[in-house]
């Protein structure tokens, strides 16, 4: 079993910035993957951003070249980096992990990269962002 908690989530304006933390424990295997997703009033789930752990990342193209996802292994921490926020981008932030075995495989880094909530096993509450205009 893999907990994840969110946290970091507030208000911000258009323009500003904002960094959220998932705090991972119980067992992570040396092969996983762990991304952020979010969901709007009224909207589907996105895929936002995910990194493996072979420290390959990858984006939706809303938030490519804003946001930054990036993890502290000592710390067992996958954080986000969020710059020049829209409006648009306001929902409930949602960390997400699974684990795979002792090493990425090919395809398991393909399905991991193409960032769809059926691959990922444990999922966090979610922290609110909300960015104003």
């Known amino acids: 079993q893999v907990q994840v908690v969110e946290s970091g989530g507030g208000s911000v304006q258009a323009g500003g910035s904002l960094r959220i933390s998932c705090a991972a424990s119980?067992?992570?295997?040396?092969?996983?993957?762990m991304a952020w997703f979010r969901q709007a009033p009224g909207k589907e789930r996105e895929g936002v951003a995910v990194t493996d752990s072979d420290g390959t990342t990858s984006y939706s193209d809303s938030v490519k070249g804003r946001f930054t996802i990036s993890q502290d292994n000592a710390k067992n921490t996958l954080y986000l980096q969020m710059n020049s926020l829209k409006p648009e981008d306001t929902a409930m932030y949602y960390c997400?992990?699974?684990?795979?075995?002792?090493?990425?495989?090919?395809?398991?880094?393909?399905?991991?990269?193409?960032?769809?909530?059926?691959?990922?096993?444990?999922w966090g509450q979610g922290t609110q962002v909300t960015v104003s205009s």
């Open positions: 119980g067992y992570i295997s040396s092969a996983y993957c």
């Open positions: 997400a992990a699974t684990n795979y075995g002792s090493r990425l495989s090919q395809g398991e880094r393909v399905q991991c990269s193409r960032l769809q909530a059926a691959t990922f096993r444990y």
